[in-house]
Structures are given as structure tokens and as C-alpha cells.
């Protein structure tokens, strides 16, 4: 009988184990998600019913949600403060669908997420300081969006960040000198905003970077001579623009570009070793495909 009994037991165990659900409060944050996002008219909708992991999109680790993926699934509406609550999110992409409002403050609550993606959307309002707190961020992009007010300084906390692109918004100001703390940038994409000022010198300190964008903003003054120390740029777009001088662009090093875009009848310049043999225009507006 007492056989019969750990046998029981060790079934409802397994049982329990095997459809364990994440926590109440995520599964609330997921239900508010999909209720105000009208998740009825979802492309690929989610079974309310079903175990959370079984949901398209989300992705559930030791009984917690570390991922939603909703790319391209025709989400409407508003994102609520709830979205906070699921702070053991590690990849948030919400890229590719049509969401307004602001990104709630509540989003840096996220304090283990890395990649925030949210480009290709109708989000307004200034981007939250607290996006500042999100400190093991590798990815943020927002491009094509309606964002306003200024970029805030503390993006610059986020030390481990590799791509950087708040291009085709409404950001104005000048851009925050913070961002040349970033030595893990590769991509930095800035393209098609109100930005003003001069470019920080600051962000000669980028080794690392790739694409540096800057193209069809207001930004005025001489392109920095510290600009020489970005050898690992293949992509470099600075156009239309009110900038006096690009005379530091002789010092650049970099041997070889796939794109190079500067307003080039303004002024001549003498490249120093520089091979354009390859080099291409590109359209700045970066495309994100489905992985």
C-alpha cells in the first residue's frame, strides 16, 4: 500500500512539475499585454487557455518569462505600466507592429533584459531617463517611431551596449557627450531626427564602432579631429547637415568603407588612405528582418 502511495506521489509530482505555470503576476502582465495590444487581431494570437509556454512568442525558462517575440504580429494600442512586472524578461521585441503611447516608466524594471526592440512603431513621448537603469543591454533599438524631447544622458550608463538606433524620430537637443562612454558600440544610428549642437568629441573614443549614422539632422561645428581614432568604421553617413569644416576627415584611418556619405560639394577634401573602390551608397533607414 505504501508503495502504491509514493507511486501516486511521485506521478502528481511529475505532473505538477511538467505543467507548472510562471507566477501570477506574469501571466497577469502577459494577459494585459495581449488585452491591450487588441490581441484579437493578432496575426499569431495567443490560446489564453494553453500554458503560457505554449503561447507564440514567449519564451518560458525555470518557470519564468525570458522572452517575447511578437515581431510583425499586428499589436495595436498602448503598452501598459504592467509591462514592468515581467522582470526576468532577457529579449523584448516588440519591433514591426503599430503601438502608440509612451514607453512606460516602468520599463526599467527590466533590469535583466539586453535586447529591447521596438522600431517600426507609432511610440511618442520622450524616451524614459530610466532606460538608463537597464544595464545589461546589448541592443536598443526605436528607429522609425515619434519619439520627442531629448536623448537622455544616462543611455551612456548602459556600458555593454552594442547597437544603439534611435533613428527617424523627433529627438532634439544636442547628442548627450555620454555616448562616448560606450566602448562596446558597434552600431550607432542617429539618422533623420532634430538634433543640434556639435558632434562630441567625446565620441572619438567609440574603437569599436561599425556604422555611425548621423545624417539629416541640424548639427553644426567641425567634424571632430578625434574622429581619427574611429578605425573600424565601415559605414559612416554624416549628409545634410550645417556642419563648417570636414577637414578632420583627412585624419580618418580607416583603410576601407562600404558606405561614406558626407555633403561633399561643400568642401575638398584629401582622403588619407583611404580604398573607395567598394564603397556604395546605402539607404540610412535600417531595415530589421525575422530571425
Known amino acids: 500500500m505504501k508503495k502504491l502511495y509514493y507511486l501516486s506521489f511521485s506521478l502528481l509530482f511529475l505532473t505538477t512539475v511538467c505543467f507548472a505555470e510562471v507566477s501570477k503576476k506574469e501571466k497577469k502582465a502577459l494577459i494585459d499585454l495581449y488585452e491591450t495590444t487588441n490581441g484579437k487581431h493578432w496575426v499569431k494570437k495567443w490560446d489564453l487557455n494553453a500554458p503560457v509556454s505554449k503561447w507564440h512568442g514567449v519564451k518560458v525558462e525555470n518557470e519564468k518569462v525570458v522572452e517575447i517575440n511578437l515581431f510583425h504580429n499586428n499589436l495595436m494600442g498602448s503598452l501598459s505600466s504592467q509591462i514592468g512586472d515581467l522582470e526576468n524578461l532577457r529579449v523584448l521585441n516588440l519591433a514591426f507592429n503599430s503601438i502608440t503611447g509612451k514607453l512606460p516608466v516602468e520599463i526599467e524594471n527590466l533590469s535583466n533584459l539586453k535586447i529591447l526592440k521596438l522600431e517600426m512603431n507609432r511610440l511618442n513621448g520622450e524616451l524614459p531617463e530610466g532606460i538608463g537603469s537597464l544595464l545589461q543591454l546589448e541592443e536598443l533599438s526605436a528607429f522609425n517611431n515619434f519619439f520627442t524631447g531629448e536623448i537622455p544622458s544616462t543611455v551612456g550608463n548602459l556600458k555593454g551596449l552594442k547597437v544603439l538606433n534611435l533613428s527617424s524620430n523627433e529627438f532634439i537637443g544636442d547628442i548627450p557627450s555620454s555616448l562616448g562612454a560606450l566602448s562596446q558600440l558597434e552600431t550607432l544610428g542617429l539618422f533623420e531626427n532634430r538634433l543640434e549642437g556639435a558632434i562630441p568629441r567625446d565620441m ?36 545634410n547637415n550645417n556642419f563648417s569644416s570636414f577637414k578632420a576627415l583627412e585624419l580618418l584611418e580607416t583603410k576601407e568603407y562600404l558606405v561614406f ?19 556604395r551608397m546605402a539607404d540610412t533607414k535600417f531595415e530589421d528582418i525575422e530571425e
Not at 213 to 221: D, H, P, S
Open 204 to 239: 572619438g573614443n567609440l574603437s569599436n564602432l561599425k556604422e555611425l549614422v548621423l545624417a539629416n539632422n541640424r548639427l553644426i561645428g567641425d567634424i571632430p579631429n578625434e574622429f581619427s581614432q574611429l578605425a573600424s568604421l565601415e559605414v559612416f553617413q554624416i549628409q
Open 261 to 279: 556619405d558626407y555633403d561633399k560639394e561643400d568642401e575638398k577634401i584629401e582622403f588619407k588612405d583611404i580604398n573607395f573602390s567598394r564603397t
